[in-house]
């Protein structure tokens, strides 16, 4: 398998020092122009998004299906809207964890008939739903029907009324406050369904923050360890070095007395 990654030079030199590392192949296109896209996703077996932030939704996902590669993205913005699980491809819930990713990746590339099945259903959906005169259509029609709700003018603010059924002033009032008593109601819902997911983004950092923390603290743990051990052998080979000068103070008085004796002898 070669993985390809199609980055500016700035983001691919870490990856390059990174590849010289790995078992397999890595290749690091650059910049790759518009008109040779298509010749890349020709070349591949599986699109892989790794968006951390919250994407609106990244176009890459419509050329990939395009291509008829099946897709691994991330649980980001708009990404997982254009997947359907297990049919053209598979969701990492959580992103910041590698292993995920070689999960999602590795039960694709494993089976053969689920990355051929994938890559159709993609292919088939972009054709049918992805099309831009289908896109260009739908927002052509949400133009023609604002276009056709006249404007009413009250002295305190602008509504909108039915042609049919125009409406006095008091009426347009009290319309005009039952939208907003519905657009105070909907912005507390929003506000606390917005301010749910915040808290959950929020604990969620909180929990993936303290798992970073207990990994540094685990890695300085072992750091320290490793320091006792050298200062032990440090230590030890100390030890041995003092052992060996008595060794050479004792040998050097042994030759000296030998040699007085032989002087005794000769006398």
């Not at 020092?17 to 397999?24: E, G, H, N, T």
């Not at 039960?107 to 260009?136: C, F, H, P, T």
């Not at 743990?221 to 103070?249: A, F, N, P, W």
């Not at 040998?251 to 000769?266: F, G, L, N, V």
């Amino acid at each position: 398998t070669t993985e390809i990654y199609t980055l500016s030079l700035h983001d691919a030199l870490p990856i390059w020092s990174l590849a010289r590392r790995l078992p397999v192949p890595v290749v690091t296109t650059g910049f790759v122009k518009p008109s040779e896209i298509q010749n890349w996703f020709a070349a591949a077996d599986l699109f892989v998004c790794t968006s951390l932030w919250q994407e609106p939704l990244a176009r890459v996902h419509y050329e990939a299906m395009a291509a008829g590669l099946p897709i691994v993205t991330t649980a980001r913005g708009g990404n997982p809207e254009v997947i359907v699980a297990k049919e053209n491809g598979l969701v990492v819930e959580n992103p910041e964890d590698p292993s995920n990713f070689a999960e999602k990746i590795g039960e694709i590339l494993s089976n053969k008939s689920l990355m051929k099945k994938m890559g159709e259903k993609g292919r088939e959906l972009a054709l049918s739903l992805y099309q831009w005169d289908r896109v260009a259509s739908e927002i052509l029609q949400v133009w023609e029907q604002a276009m056709e709700i006249p404007l009413t003018m009250t002295d305190e603010e602008v509504v909108y009324s039915p042609a049919s059924q125009p409406e006095t002033i008091s009426e347009s009032k009290s319309e005009s406050d039952m939208k907003k008593s519905d657009s105070k109601s909907e912005k507390k819902s929003e506000d606390k369904y917005s301010k749910k997911h915040h808290d959950k983004d929020k604990e969620k950092h909180r929990k993936e923050e303290e798992h970073k923390d207990k990994g540094k603290e685990k890695h300085r743990k072992e750091e320290k360890s490793k320091d006792k051990g050298k200062e032990k052998y440090r230590k030890e080979e100390k030890s041995k070095e003092k052992g060996k000068g008595k060794y050479r103070k004792e040998d050097k008085y042994k030759k000296k007395y030998k040699e007085k004796d032989k002087k005794r002898q000769k006398k």
